[in-house]
């Protein structure tokens, strides 16, 4: 019977979770300052707390190596979209485009992704 419970209650919070769906990146921009950029990316995610929310967004060469990581130490639950940038991100000279992607801590990564030409 408490096998049943616990079936039960994960059961019954699934839908909550599958609620918040992927974290999106909406809107991003890219500045060069000296040799290295800085990035304003804003991300939509219906971030339900600690459990659930859009933890961090990559800079991603289109080899897919990424290139810079900003972490998200909180949800975002009455911010939404929200804005956050990342300086001092380093892009080799023969990159003239970067992905930017989103990941959530139940998702992972799957949202909608921008892609910046750099130098425009």
């Known amino acids: 019977m408490r096998r049943i419970m616990i079936i039960l209650v994960i059961l019954a919070g699934w839908p909550l979770l ?7 990146v909406v ?19 219906a971030d339900t ?7 961090k967004w990559d800079v991603m060469a289109p080899d897919g190596t990424v290139l810079g990581t900003r972490v998200l130490l909180h949800p975002h639950e009455t911010e939404q979209p929200f804005t956050r940038s990342l ?31 750099l130098g425009e």
């Open 18 to 24: 599958a609620l918040a769906g992927e974290a999106d």
């Open 27 to 45: 809107k991003a921009s890219a500045t060069k300052s000296g040799e290295t950029w800085r990035f304003d990316v804003t991300v939509a995610h």
């Open 49 to 55: 707390g600690w459990d659930h929310y859009a933890d």
């Open 87 to 117: 300086s001092g991100v380093k892009i080799p000279a023969d990159i003239r485009e970067v992905t930017l992607r989103a990941h959530d801590k139940v998702h992972g990564y799957g949202g909608k992704t921008i892609t910046v030409k």
